[in-house]
């Protein structure tokens, strides 16, 4: 497991790692220009937060073939089909953990996922580009 992202106090983030991935140390990466990169090297993402305004994240991680696992906040919601593209969990370190060990675990279920990621963006990109045609 490796973290990444912006965060005014890694320290917090990178304890929370680790003692989210067994003890096991968790890399904090910080803020990372090129994030194509980061994704490249990823299996799958998970993003459990509260609250997104729209989770370009997560459209990222699709578009780049990458299994979701995340809340239902806005964004997700449009991106993901539960057990389609990824999974919908709840915010706790074992939902997350159990959908992590499910792809991980289960190689035609990753490569599965990770095919039908792909899909999805430009799905919901279809849906809502009459919207902001119209507003342009």
Not at 2 to 20: E, F, I, M, V, Y
Not at 62 to 82: F, K, S, Y
Not at 102 to 119: G, K, T, Y
């Amino acid at each position: 497991m490796a973290l990444s992202g912006w965060r005014r106090r890694p320290g917090s983030l990178q304890r929370t790692g680790a003692k989210n991935a067994g003890g096991k140390s968790a890399p904090f990466c910080g803020s990372v220009e090129n994030i194509a990169s980061v994704y490249a090297c990823a299996d799958v993402f998970a993003m459990p937060s509260y609250y997104e305004a729209f989770s370009l994240a997560t459209l990222e991680a699709a578009a780049a073939g990458l299994p979701l696992i995340v809340t239902r906040v806005n964004g997700t919601e449009d991106l993901v089909v539960d057990r389609w593209n990824g999974f919908f969990v709840e915010r706790s370190p074992e939902c997350v953990a159990e959908a992590l060990d499910r792809v991980i675990e289960d190689p035609s279920l990753l490569s599965a996922l990770s095919r039908q990621a792909r899909i999805r963006p430009a799905v919901c990109m279809a849906k809502h580009r009459p919207t902001y045609t119209r507003r342009v």
